[in-house]
């Protein structure tokens, strides 16, 4: 049976737009890190090899690293932003950012800058939580998904700016330069965006739902006013009210009847986001290009290509996710995703290099990033209680970045298995990952209801009427 939530028929906010606009700007810029710190380490990564003399093991530890932080930042974010507030969690994680950035240019060894990329990991699990957290929580019911979105165009816009940024870096020298010294210059780079993003959250501020949990009414009155508007701020603070007296405020809660399937959907959308294969192109596209018949430089620039359409169809996301809707996103999403990623199984088991093959990969980035990509964030944020929402948020999303790692150390194990790539070539993890994206299709269709113009509270209680 689908499931689904009627539209309300509510309007545009009589608050400030541009007040709402700017705070979430502010708290977007913790994604903007996030993907600013997940990908610095690939124009470093070669550099970092050399100077400290690595092996494959120590270069894959080096890099992968950071993901441990991520869990453990992810697990924490939910009990901190619970009982000290969103903004000062966002706040800890701007500190993590600045000391890893830092410490990640100054290391004496590699013991030290693998410590200091797990601090980094730390602060991108949390803001990872915390960021589309903090903007669902402040935006109007009308405009949510798209400000949410917000979060996921400052994450590839992250790294986009990154790859430029080592880009610039590595052309102030030559290999000798870089080796001693400009990898160091990469990392230490990060500091201005952190320290950037610590200042500014000082301007905006806490959310209203967490001022009233914490008995500070007229705070969160004046906020909402801001945002929405008198009459409909003081709605809204009734609203809130009511659903804060029916909530327990444990994690328990969270496996009552009804919220229960809450908590399991955010879990399996959080888990299908990545083993749909997403960050196997992130970590790996220059080497899939590779494999299949690319050559170096026709690889790297087949990678940026990849990154412009990231960003592309973030911004159609942004735009339609409003009106559109979640749903019928998803739905559209994953199914695109399975048919590009069938497209490539079958053009690796043929070992064709044709110009095509590229479009399949263009595909399945446009498809992954107007969909899945942010609609999965938008819809994680939305669905859990008040009292409970960071502590739910930080298991969702606990078990993404834990499937986030499983599918970066995996893939290359699947990708040269003898007896696998005997039968299948390289078409396997393809063809894998495209299975998953049939499951992604039916888990939306049979589970996820339609969140579109509603309140966080209309939500809620759509959850606890089942």
Known sequence: MTISLAPDGRGHTGGSPGYVMRITLVAALGGLLFGYDTAVISGAIGFLRSHFGLDAAETGWAASSALVGCIAGAALAGVLSDRFGRRMALMAAGVLYTISAVWSALPANVA??????????????????????????????????????????????GILVVYFVNYFIAGLGDEAWNTETGWRWMFGSEAIPAVIFFLTLFAIPETPRWLVKQGREGAALATLKRTLGPARGSAEMESIRASLTIEEGTVAELFRPGLRRAMALGIALAILQQITGINVFMYYAPEIFKSLGSGTDTALLQTVVIGIFNLAFTIVAIRTVDRVGRKPLLLLGSAGMGLSLAGLGVAAFLGTTAGWVLLFVIGYIACFAMSVGPVVWVVISEIFPTKVRGRAMAIATLHL???????????????????????FHHAFPFWLYAGFCVVMVWVVARFVPETKGKSLEEIEHYWLGR
């Not at 410590?115 to 939580?129: C, D, E, K, L, P």
């Not at 970045?401 to 039968?423: C, H, K, R």
């Open 112 to 157: 030290e800058f693998v410590v200091a990329r797990i601090i980094g990991g730390v602060g991108v699990g949390m803001a990872s939580v915390l960021s589309p957290l903090y903007i669902s929580e402040i935006a109007p019911a009308e405009i949510r998904g798209k400000l949410v979105s917000y979060n996921q165009l400052a994450i590839v816009g």
């Open 401 to 423: 970045w834990t499937a986030n790692y499983l599918v970066s150390q995996t893939f290359p194990m699947i990708d040269e298995y003898p007896s696998l790539v005997g039968l």
